[in-house]
């Protein structure tokens, strides 16, 4: 059974940064994967973050680019590094792993920025 465990997040001022883990389990250690980031801010539906594939091509969502990086260390850990964060950026953030056609999803870490 596939789990995700995410880690790192908290509270932080607004201009601070934050490192966001990702530990799966359950998967091949040859496992071919994208691991990607969401979040879900209050009342708004779950949106992605950035996403990263198995050679290492991440892809983000347009106004994350410049402040968010995704990075991954084989086929079970991934990192999201927030630089700059904002009030806005207040949500739980969701790991999740697509391998083949399954889909799975972390437990959640919640970032909270205060002004």
């Known amino acids: 059974q596939v789990h995700l465990v995410e880690s790192g997040g908290g509270l932080v001022q607004a201009g601070g940064s934050l490192r966001l883990s990702c530990a799966a389990s359950?998967?091949?250690?040859?496992?071919?994967?994208?691991m990607g980031w969401y979040r879900q801010a209050p009342g708004k539906q779950r949106e992605l973050v950035a996403r990263?594939?198995?050679?290492?091509?991440a892809y983000y969502e347009e106004s994350k680019k410049a402040r968010f990086t995704i990075s991954r260390d084989g086929p079970k850990i991934t990192y999201l590094q927030m630089n700059d964060l904002r009030p806005e950026d207040t949500a739980v953030y969701y790991c999740a792993l697509t391998v083949r056609v399954s889909h799975y999803w972390g437990q959640g870490t919640q970032v909270t920025v205060s002004s």
């Open positions: 359950g998967i091949m250690a040859t496992s071919l994967n994208t």
């Open positions: 990263i594939d198995s050679r290492g091509v």
